[in-house]
């Protein structure tokens, strides 16, 4: 510890009584932030029970596939909520992203990824600038974000599904490395640690907790509020537009309507994962956790043998709960 | 033996009534009567108490002990409807009332009666009704009305009238607080309201509260002056002076060091920092005001004086729509926060814990929010150099907290405080700090402590602009006290060490 | 209520609301409707007939009764989307109640009251959930959408139940005075709408809790049963609404929401009822209906692809919005 060789300017007068609360180890905070933990392992060991065949190596790796394309959708997103907004143009863009794809890989090749994750970038980063210049809430800019992606990718595509001409394109993005791992699996886990150590070796990530959580104070602190909520809506489209190559690398083709369906299992994954919409807290770690448990819950209603039509009533039912569940109450005095 | 049995003119009676809040003594055995058809003024400076009692009044706030008795039966208070069962109604100060809905129904509302028959609303009903309220007031209101298209005077009209259903719900005469009816009112609609208060006194009976003395003076019949959270003294306007009135809220009690004045350099200041020049904006007009290196600057005013907007607007966080600024010598384009920062301005807002902090972060992460780049190398953050940075400062400012770690929810209030202080102290590059009521909720230890860190801060060089939470404070710490009010700068008295002006010369300005 | 809070909020000079401001907002729709219709009718000879604007107000009418429902959620400050899905539930609902190719049920009229109790019923737990659990309602509503879809999927158990109820058919199919039964039903529904907001307690409240919810708690209104009972109100006329989507459709299914969230969202606002709240209402609603119907005719008759359109309306209702919000960005430094 460095010591100054000013004077302390302020003396220890002892007379002021404050003392700082004391912190008991179980607030009701940490329990929330274990959380998905606790829920993880206890589907697991639920599922376990159901069908002793999913804990194999095999099934708990399909598993894990499968979770990827939806964690990679709502990792971008979890940074949008943890400034305090919403993307609900995710899943719509990534629809979008892959009828792009699969038009435009015969004649950019591979070339396509990059192109198409840039124009879901841009996708992402107007949204975001219309909700920071014109101050309109970010859930009706990403709504009518969601309907225009919806309609240009029906319209770009004749409202067809687009064959993959040239899988050589994203084969990689579903292939087995060595065999056995799937590479959407370290895709995503490589974007994800990338989002990561951002926020956590830069000062990202205590600026978009402190946006999220108490924007007034950033503004007043100097911090360079717009800057970050745009870049937090271009993540997201990039994410999404990533999502959506996964999506073509493991259906072979491009639809306008291919991932329309995960908007409300993206969703659910953020706030499952414990990522609270009052913004502050959370992190994309904890979306893939989300992701996983609602894999889970999916691939567990099918063992339970309960009809997959379920499932809707399911997302949102658990949306409900893990939102009332991590809202900072004392934040929000009316409710609107 | 209660004084109502004493006196059967009494309608409500107030007994040691005290309100403590972490750090802070809001009220403190504060004991005041009010009879039949009287008006009683409060008065007092901000901060001494008066809208804590009213808040105690009606409902807003529970004491923490002493009792209210209103006409001879004690009551306990519980919220706002439950008050006007008890025949106390309050006029806010920020106006209450639905501003898309109709005069009538804001009248009306919660206690429509007849005017609402199986859920369906009866139109002329409600006008009748509405318009009986009115009459008792002279108001000539259209009932009508969408309640946002009215003056600001004709609401507060409207505020009153839905007060005097208290009436007719408990066929009992109401016991009507108003606090601070006058601030935003032109001189004639303060003559409208006066006439008002005269004819409420005939069915009801008044707690009337407002900075200004001479409004006071006019309309009670008795005044209590508040000071600190106690009673300072009762006083009959028919005799009493104005400067009777400021002493019992100033007071003359001996600070000794508490605001470190030995500290105060005796030689003025010279070198200007920032100059403001014939600035205007959202809340004030026509600004020139300057503080000079070292030198602590107070502005004294009022609600609405435009003081507060006057800081925000010098911080890039309000709305400046002509005049000049400039920081030694080059001018400013104050646009956003970000760019007062950069040329090395500070801002500790009132708010603290809206505005100023950000609980879910630690401790130093707050203090090194506003210049994060000292604590980075390149993009990345530079752990260690934070953790000798933040500690430092820790020590230096002697702040109580676990670890640099913790959460900065979990600390006290003052401890809080300095964290938001020292965000601007890191680094070198500080040259004017405009702190809004920086010791607002701190306790008696706490704001020393505050002192004398602007004390050693403005020997160091830096320019401070004070917004002080009571006068004393603003002319024990500072060199030269501005005073505004309704906008604009008024005048500016020199507060030297040694030679300090007596408050009753400010108020007399401020009000 | 702490010492900081009770001293701060420096009293400003209220300045009336603008005359001119009102007209804009009351006016300006109508005007914009004008426009519309007299471009088209110069623009496109089949849209000047009497019979396509015979035709515009019959498809129109499902949109009306939904957006007088969403009307009620808007002007009391929240927002909902679950109008999807619950119509989804209530119109596999109401055609397994009816007479249908599915089972021997045939309930008739009590049939319908019955899926607009559903309706009901779903706008319940919206508004309880809400209310109690204190969960933002784009959150609550996006909830119980899911839940009514996946209600809607499990009734609908992958077998389509076609209606052979006459009269409810008729509603799509007989004609009075030229328009369908169903546009005179809407007509009616508007009418009754617009009376409860204006000469009902709850629909007063409702806008009065969307102008200042906190002046009613003051003045001792317990505003939580009002806020349920609004949301229970819209869900009716969602369950009515979906009625009318079986009729057209000739049998239920899961689709049967179509996108009428979003579009009844967009009639609202463009007509004048805004997002924020207490302003706006059924009439200005209706008008913002017409003009979505209007357009949506127009562009087809003059040939742009019906994707498009939905596009077009994704960006009018950011406009919209936008538009709405501009006077008051100074003031809204925080936007969520």
Redesign the interface.
């Known amino acids: 510890?460095?010591h100054?060789d000013?004077t302390?300017?302020?003396?220890?007068?002892?007379?002021?009584?404050?003392?700082?609360?004391r912190?008991p180890v179980f607030t009701r905070a940490r329990l929330l932030s274990l959380m998905p933990i606790v829920a993880m392992v206890g589907l697991a060991a639920a599922l376990t029970v159901a069908n002793p065949r999913f804990i194999e190596p095999r099934s708990l790796v399909a598993l894990v596939d499968s979770a990827a394309p939806l964690a990679m959708l709502a990792a971008g997103a979890t940074v949008v909520v943890m400034c305090?907004?919403?993307d609900l143009s995710i899943a719509t863009l990534a629809s979008l992203t892959s009828v792009l794809l699969a038009l435009w890989v015969p004649t950019l090749g591979i070339g396509a990824v990059p192109a198409v994750v840039g124009v879901a970038a841009v996708a992402g980063f107007i949204q975001g600038t219309?909700?920071v210049v014109?101050?309109?809430?970010?859930?009706?800019?990403t709504?009518?974000?969601?309907?225009?992606f919806?309609?240009?990718a029906?319209?770009i595509s004749g409202?067809s599904t687009i064959p993959l001409v040239d899988t050589g394109a994203t084969d990689w993005a579903f292939t087995r490395i060595g065999g056995q791992v799937p590479s959407s699996i370290v895709i995503t886990l490589l974007a994800i640690t990338l989002i990561s150590l951002v926020m956590r070796?830069?000062?990202a990530g205590?600026?978009v907790?402190?946006i999220g959580?108490?924007?007034?104070?950033?503004?007043?602190?100097?911090?360079?509020v717009a800057a970050v909520k745009l870049t937090a809506f271009t993540l997201s489209g990039a994410c999404a537009g990533m999502a959506g190559v996964l999506l073509v690398a493991r259906t072979f083709s491009g639809a306008p309507a291919l991932a329309d369906s995960l908007l409300?299992p993206a969703?659910a994954a953020i706030?499952v994962g414990g990522t609270a919409?009052t913004?502050?807290?959370g992190g994309v770690w904890r979306t893939v956790a989300g992701a996983l448990i609602v894999t889970m819950l999916r691939v567990g209603l099918s063992v339970v043998g309960v009809?997959s039509?379920?499932?809707?009533?399911?997302?949102?039912?658990i949306?409900?709960i893990a939102?009332?569940l991590t809202?900072d109450?004392s934040k929000?005095s009316?409710?609107? | 033996m209660s004084e109502a049995q004493i006196d059967p003119r009494i309608v409500l009676e107030v007994r040691d009534l005290s309100k403590r809040y972490p750090?802070v003594v809001a009220l403190d055995r504060v004991s005041l009567h009010v009879k039949r058809h009287e008006v009683i003024g409060l008065a007092g400076e901000n901060g001494a108490g008066k809208s804590t009692l009213l808040k105690a009044l009606v409902g807003l706030v529970q004491p923490d002990s002493g009792s209210i008795e209103v006409r001879g039966t004690p009551v306990h208070v519980q919220n706002v409807a439950d008050a006007a069962r008890h025949g106390i109604g309050m006029v806010f100060q920020e106006q209450s009332l639905v501003p898309n809905i109709s005069a009538a129904e804001n009248i009306l509302l919660g206690c429509e009666g007849r005017a609402v028959r199986a859920g369906i609303f009866r139109t002329r009903t409600l006008r009748r009704l509405a318009q009986a309220q009115l009459d008792k007031i002279g108001c000539t209101v259209d009932p009508g009305a969408r309640t946002e298209t009215l003056t600001f005077a004709e609401r507060q009209m409207v505020e009153i009238a839905k007060v005097l259903g208290i009436e007719e719900r408990t066929s009992v005469e109401p016991i009507i607080l108003l606090d601070e009816p006058t601030s935003v009112l032109e001189p004639e609609e303060v003559e409208i309201l006066f006439g008002q208060i005269q004819r409420l006194r005939e069915h009801a009976s008044v707690i009337f509260v407002s900075h200004r003395l001479d409004e006071v003076m006019r309309v009670s019949d008795r005044v209590y002056v508040l000071r600190g959270g106690q009673v300072a003294g009762e006083v009959d306007p028919s005799r009493a002076v104005p400067s009777q009135l400021h002493e019992l809220m100033i007071g003359t009690a001996d600070t000794g060091n508490h605001y470190h004045e030995d500290l105060q350099a005796r030689t003025p200041p010279h070198r200007p920092r920032i100059v403001v020049d014939s600035l205007s904006g959202d809340g004030f007009h026509d600004v020139s005001i300057d503080v000079r290196q070292g030198e602590i600057v107070a502005i004294a005013g009022v609600h609405g004086s435009g003081r507060e907007d006057l800081c925000r607007a010098l911080?890039g966080?309000g709305q400046i729509i002509s005049g000049e600024v400039t920081l030694d010598g080059s001018s400013l384009s104050l646009t956003s926060?970000?760019s007062?920062?950069?040329a090395g301005i500070g801002?500790v807002?009132a708010e603290r814990k809206?505005?100023?902090?950000?609980?879910?972060?630690s401790v130093a992460?707050n203090m090194t929010?506003?210049r994060?780049e000292l604590v980075?190398r390149g993009?990345?953050?530079d752990h260690r150099r934070e953790a000798?940075l933040v500690?430092?400062w820790i020590?230096?400012?002697?702040i109580?907290?676990?670890s640099r770690n913790?959460g900065l929810g979990?600390?006290?209030?003052?401890?809080q405080q300095?964290v938001v202080l020292a965000?601007w102290l890191l680094g070198d590059g500080l040259k004017v700090l405009l702190l809004d009521h920086p010791t607002r909720g701190l306790?008696?230890?706490?704001k020393?402590?505050v002192y004398?860190?602007m004390r050693?801060?403005a020997n160091s060089g830096v320019a401070i602009l004070l917004l002080a939470d009571s006068l004393e404070e603003a002319i024990a710490m500072s060199d030269r006290v501005f005073v505004m009010n309704d906008g604009e700068v008024v005048s500016c008295v020199p507060s030297p060490p040694g030679a300090k002006p007596e408050p009753i010369e400010i108020v007399r300005e401020m009000v | 209520m702490s010492v900081q809070s009770m001293e701060s909020g420096t009293r400003t000079k209220g300045r009336p609301a603008h005359a001119r401001g009102d007209l804009i907002q009351d006016f300006g729709p109508a005007v914009a409707l004008v426009a519309l219709v007299a471009i088209f009718a110069m623009v496109s000879p089949q849209f000047r007939t009497v019979s396509n604007l015979q035709n515009v107000l019959d498809s129109a009418a499902v949109l009306a009764v939904v957006t007088v429902g969403i009307t009620f959620v808007l002007l009391?400050?929240?927002?909902d989307l679950s109008a999807t899905?619950v119509m989804a539930a209530c119109a596999l609902s109401v055609s397994l109640l009816v007479a249908n190719t599915r089972n021997s049920l045939d309930l008739g009229t009590a049939g319908v009251v019955l899926a607009i109790l559903m309706g009901g019923a779903f706008g319940l737990l919206s508004g309880l959930?809400?209310v109690v659990?204190?969960?933002?309602?784009?959150?609550?509503t996006?909830?119980?959408?899911?839940?009514?879809?996946?209600?809607a999927?499990?009734l609908?158990?992958g077998i389509q139940p076609s209606i052979n109820d006459e009269s409810l058919l008729g509603w799509a199919s007989n004609r009075v005075l030229g328009f369908t039964q169903m546009t005179i039903l809407a007509a009616i529904c508007v009418i009754a709408g617009w009376a409860i907001q204006r000469y009902t307690r709850l629909g007063r409240y409702a806008s009065a809790i969307g102008g200042g919810?906190?002046v009613l708690a003051l003045s001792g209104v317990r505003v939580g049963p009002y806020k349920v009972a609004v949301f229970a109100l819209a869900g009716c006329f969602y369950g009515l609404a979906a009625a009318m989507v079986t009729s057209q459709l000739g049998s239920g299914i899961v689709q049967a929401g179509g996108?009428y969230t979003?579009a009844a969202?967009t009639a609202a606002v463009v007509g004048g009822t805004l997002?924020s709240?207490g302003r706006g209402g059924v009439l200005h609603s209706t008008v913002g209906v017409l003009i979505i119907t209007v357009l949506a005719n127009g562009l087809i008759l003059i040939g742009v692809?019906p994707?498009?359109?939905?596009?077009?309306?994704?960006?009018i209702?950011?406009i919209a919005?936008?538009a709405a919000?501009?006077p008051l960005?100074r003031r809204?430094?925080?936007?969520?």
């Open positions: 510890m460095v100054t000013v302390p300017l302020v003396k220890d007068e002892g007379a002021s009584s404050e003392r700082p609360a912190s305090g907004g919403i219309i909700h014109f101050r309109i809430p970010s859930f009706i800019v709504l009518g974000g969601m309907t225009v919806s309609a240009a029906l319209v409202a070796l830069t000062p205590r600026w907790s402190a959580y108490s924007e007034p104070a950033a503004r007043l602190a100097g911090l360079p409300l969703v706030v919409i913004g502050g807290h009809d039509a379920y499932e809707s009533i399911l997302y949102g039912t949306i409900i939102v009332a809202m109450r929000v009316t409710v609107k | 750090g911080f966080a926060p970000r007062a920062v950069a801002y807002p809206v505005e100023g902090m950000v609980p879910v972060l992460q929010l506003a994060t980075c993009p990345l953050l000798q500690d430092a020590e230096r400012l002697n109580r907290t676990p913790t979990r600390l006290s209030g003052g401890n300095k965000r306790d008696v230890g706490a020393s402590e004398l860190l050693n801060l | 009391m400050g929240s927002i899905g959930v809400f659990l204190k969960v933002p309602s784009f959150m609550t996006l909830g119980v959408a899911a839940i009514g879809i996946g209600v999927t499990v609908f158990s919810e906190e996108d979003f969202i997002l709240g692809s994707y498009v359109q939905r596009g077009v309306q994704g960006l209702v950011v919005v936008g919000a501009w960005r809204m430094t925080v936007v969520k």
